[in-house]
Structures are given as structure tokens and as C-alpha cells.
């Protein structure tokens, strides 16, 4: 068990509609990267925050945004989704200078 | 060229069997590496960290060859619960917390062991 959680587990939604998701860091955990996984390819890195700010970004689009909050759980927000966009996204913690990023279960979003 | 390229199998291999599979990448000023592991549709979950010196875990053996920028993973006497998709991860930082470019993912290469 991780300590990473995210929500939703599952999620549909239309073309053009706006998505956001959730991620609750392990506890003592400062830094939160967010990555997109399509199917039969490997993690892409979309952005990482820490100390509420945005720290670096992955090669996405602008609609892609996020955000981290005082208890360092974070956001990540999509508009204007495209049918690309379905993919698992992952959101891993960690403690700055530490060894390891912990991963959470994801969230499989599906846009139709 | 791709920043990590790996061969994605599968590999079907028999249980008990010993099997090999490496990686390269193309950022020389890359820092650490790892293996990670997934499982079907679950989250990657670090197997190992790769050292130049080589290092071991068990039945599983990691090398690093910065020279030729290339990583390999050894599992011995493989079990049925190996069965998995293998992950090869480059960070630009010395720590696993990814840093401001975040790690970078291999494709992943799919192992099957057969009873």
C-alpha cells in the first residue's frame, strides 16, 4: 500500500468537456508528478508541483493545467478534451531529495 | 531516436527459466535508473534502482553500462507471478523524485511465464 490515492477510478466523458482529477500524496510527501499512460506505451510526464508551484512540464499542450494545494494533495485539469486524450494518468509523490516516487492506482479516463 | 527504447516482447517464457531483457537511452547526462514493474492495468511500482556496479535483489540482477548507455535486468528461476510488464526509467537527478523534467519511460517490455 502506497498511501497514494486518486479519483476517480473511472471516468467518461465527451469531446471538448473539461476533466479534472484528484491525488492525494503519501503523507510527508512535498512533490506531486503527474503522468499520462495510452495504452501500450510507457508513463509521458506531463508536470510536477511542488511547494504549490509548477516546478517543470512534460510536452503538453497548455490545456493540460494543474494544481497543488497547502496539504500538498493536487489537481490535474484538462480542457477541451480530444479522443487522445484517453489514456490511465498516474500522479506520483514524493519527498524532494528522497530515494523513491510512489505511484497511486490512477485514473482511466475515457473520452468518447 | 527514442529517449528509452525497449523491445516490448512478449517474451514467453517457461517457468523456471532464466530471462533477459535490456534497455538503451539517449541523454548521456542522465543520473540514475530504474526498473519499474506493472501490472495489467495497475500502477508502476519500482522493482530496483540500476548501478554502474551492478546490483542484485534476489533472483533479479540490474546492470547499468553508461559507455554504451544501456540497462539490463536479469530474472532467475522465473515464477509465474514475474509475469508482468517491465519498465525501464531514466532520470536526469540522482533521486528517484524525477525532478523538474520528471523520469522518462521506456515502452515496456511484456513477460509471460508459463506454467
Known amino acids: 500500500e502506497t498511501g497514494v490515492t486518486q479519483s476517480p477510478t473511472h471516468l467518461i466523458k465527451t469531446r471538448g468537456q473539461q476533466v479534472t482529477l484528484r491525488c492525494s500524496s503519501q503523507?510527508?510527501?512535498?512533490?506531486v508528478s503527474w503522468y499520462q499512460q495510452a495504452l501500450g506505451q510507457g508513463p509521458q510526464f506531463i508536470f510536477q508541483?511542488?511547494?504549490?508551484?509548477?516546478?517543470g512540464r512534460g510536452n503538453f499542450p497548455p490545456r493540460f493545467s494543474g494544481l497543488q494545494f497547502p496539504n500538498y494533495s493536487s489537481e490535474l485539469n484538462v480542457n477541451a478534451l480530444e479522443l487522445d486524450d484517453s489514456a490511465l494518468y498516474l500522479c506520483?509523490?514524493?519527498?524532494?531529495?528522497?530515494?523513491?516516487?510512489?505511484f497511486g492506482p490512477g485514473t482511466r479516463l475515457t473520452v468518447t | 531516436r527514442k529517449e528509452v527504447e525497449q523491445d516490448p516482447g512478449p517474451f514467453n517464457v517457461p517457468e523456471g527459466a532464466t530471462v533477459a531483457f535490456n534497455c538503451t537511452y539517449s541523454?548521456?547526462?542522465?543520473?540514475?535508473f530504474f526498473w519499474y514493474r506493472q501490472d495489467c492495468r495497475k500502477e508502476p511500482k519500482l522493482l530496483m534502482s540500476?548501478?554502474?556496479s551492478g546490483n542484485e535483489d534476489g533472483r533479479f540482477t540490474a546492470q547499468l553500462n553508461r559507455a554504451s548507455q544501456y540497462i539490463s535486468l536479469l530474472i532467475r528461476d522465473s515464477k509465474l507471478s514475474d509475469s508482468a510488464t517491465y519498465l525501464c526509467?531514466?532520470?536526469?537527478?540522482?533521486?528517484?523524485?524525477?525532478?523538474?523534467?520528471?523520469?522518462?519511460f521506456g515502452k515496456g517490455t511484456h513477460l509471460i511465464i508459463q506454467p
Open positions: 506520483a509523490s514524493s519527498q524532494r531529495g528522497a530515494y523513491e516516487q510512489y
Open positions: 503523507s510527508g510527501h512535498n512533490t
Open positions: 508541483y511542488y511547494r504549490e508551484e509548477e516546478n
Open positions: 541523454n548521456s547526462a542522465s543520473q540514475s
Open positions: 540500476v548501478y554502474s
Open positions: 526509467v531514466v532520470n536526469p537527478l540522482m533521486y528517484s523524485g524525477g525532478g523538474a523534467d520528471g523520469l522518462t
